[in-house]
C-alpha cells in the first residue's frame, strides 16, 4: 500500500502511480546507457504475427529480451540480430528501477529485462497488454524521456474507456495491482525538438519477465 504523502505521486488508475519528475538529473547517465546498449544490440523495427513492422524501434538490455517475430512475442536470452546474449542491464538502470519502485510501494524490485523502445516522429503504440511475462505480482515501471506522447490507459478490455496522460521527460509510471494487466497504448509521436534526444521519445521498460 502506498501512502500518498509524496507530493509528486499520483494514482491515474488503480495500481498505477504516476511519478512526475522522477529521474532528477540521472537523464543524462540514462541516455548515456542508451546509446552504449544500441551501439551493442542496435534499435529495430520488429515484425509482428500478423507481419506488420512495428513504428516503434526497440532493443533490450539484461538476463532475456523481448522480442516479436511471425511466431509470436516471446522472451529470448539472445538478440536474433547477433546470436549474442543482450547486453547486461546496466547498474543505473537497475538501480533507478528499484528506487522508483520503492517509491511507488513495491520494495526489493529486481528487474530481470529492460525492453527500450525509440519512437521517431509517426510511430506509435496501439492498445495492448503486457503478458508475455511469468509473474504478474511484478510491477512495471516506465520511464519516458525526450519528445512527449499521449498515453492511453484502459481498463480490462481493448475498448471501453481510457484515460489519457500526456507523458513528458523524465516521467515514470509504476503499473502494479490491477493495473498491470490493464490495455494501454500511446499515441502517434509529433514532430519536435527535446534538447537531450533531438526528434526522439526513448521509453525504458522495466519488467521481472522470469
Ligand atoms: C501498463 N510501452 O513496451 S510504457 C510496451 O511508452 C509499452 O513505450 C509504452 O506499452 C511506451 O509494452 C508504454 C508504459 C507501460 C508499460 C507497460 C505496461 C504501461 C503498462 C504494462 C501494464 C500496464
Ligand atoms: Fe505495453
Same mark, same amino acid.
Given at each position: 500500500?502506498?501512502?500518498?504523502?509524496?507530493?509528486?505521486?499520483?494514482?491515474?488508475?488503480? %495500481?498505477?502511480?504516476?511519478?512526475?519528475?522522477?529521474?532528477?538529473?540521472?537523464?543524462?547517465?540514462?541516455?548515456?546507457?542508451? $546509446?552504449?546498449? =544500441?551501439?551493442? =544490440?542496435?534499435?529495430?523495427?520488429?515484425?509482428?504475427?500478423?507481419?506488420?513492422?512495428?513504428?516503434?524501434?526497440?532493443?533490450?538490455?539484461?538476463?532475456?529480451?523481448?522480442?516479436?517475430?511471425?511466431?509470436? *512475442?516471446? *522472451?529470448?536470452?539472445?538478440?536474433?540480430? $547477433?546470436? /549474442?546474449?543482450?547486453?547486461?542491464?546496466?547498474?543505473?538502470?537497475?538501480?533507478?528501477?528499484? /528506487? +522508483?519502485?520503492?517509491? =511507488?510501494?513495491?520494495?526489493? *524490485?529486481?528487474?530481470?529485462?529492460?525492453?527500450?523502445?525509440?519512437?521517431?516522429?509517426?510511430?506509435?503504440?496501439?492498445?495492448? /497488454?503486457?503478458?508475455?511475462?511469468?509473474?504478474?505480482? /511484478?510491477? !512495471?515501471?516506465?520511464?519516458?524521456? %525526450?519528445?512527449?506522447?499521449?498515453?492511453?490507459?484502459?481498463?480490462? $478490455?481493448?475498448?471501453?474507456?481510457?484515460?489519457?496522460?500526456? +507523458?513528458?521527460?523524465?516521467?515514470? !509510471?509504476?503499473?502494479?495491482?490491477?493495473?498491470?494487466?490493464?490495455?494501454?497504448?500511446?499515441?502517434? +509521436?509529433?514532430?519536435?525538438?527535446?534538447?537531450?534526444?533531438? =526528434?526522439?521519445? *526513448?521509453?525504458?521498460?522495466?519488467?521481472?519477465?522470469?
Amino acid at each position: 500500500m502506498v501512502l500518498f504523502t509524496d507530493p509528486e505521486l499520483t494514482e491515474i488508475a488503480p %495500481g498505477a502511480v504516476l511519478i512526475r519528475n522522477a529521474i532528477g538529473d540521472l537523464d543524462e547517465q540514462l541516455l548515456r546507457e542508451v $546509446s552504449h546498449l =544500441a551501439a551493442v =544490440a542496435p534499435f529495430r523495427r520488429v515484425i509482428t504475427p500478423t507481419g506488420k513492422a512495428m513504428s516503434v524501434e526497440m532493443t533490450n538490455c539484461g538476463a532475456v529480451g523481448w522480442i516479436s517475430d511471425r511466431s509470436g *512475442y516471446r *522472451y529470448e536470452e539472445d538478440d536474433p540480430i $547477433s546470436g /549474442q546474449s543482450w547486453p547486461s542491464m546496466p547498474d543505473v538502470f537497475c538501480n533507478t528501477a528499484t /528506487q +522508483l519502485a520503492a517509491r =511507488a510501494g513495491y520494495p526489493a *524490485y529486481s528487474p530481470d529485462t529492460c525492453l527500450i523502445n525509440k519512437y521517431s516522429v509517426g510511430s506509435k503504440m496501439g492498445m495492448h /497488454q503486457d503478458r508475455d511475462e511469468r509473474d504478474f505480482r /511484478q510491477p !512495471i515501471v516506465s520511464v519516458s524521456l %525526450g519528445l512527449p506522447i499521449m498515453f492511453k490507459f484502459g481498463g480490462t $478490455s481493448r475498448t471501453g474507456p481510457s484515460v489519457k496522460v500526456r +507523458l513528458t521527460h523524465g516521467d515514470v !509510471i509504476v503499473f502494479g495491482g490491477v493495473s498491470r494487466l490493464a490495455f494501454h497504448g500511446v499515441g502517434t +509521436l509529433r514532430a519536435g525538438s527535446h534538447p537531450l534526444t533531438g =526528434a526522439c521519445r *526513448y521509453n525504458l521498460t522495466f519488467r521481472v519477465a522470469r
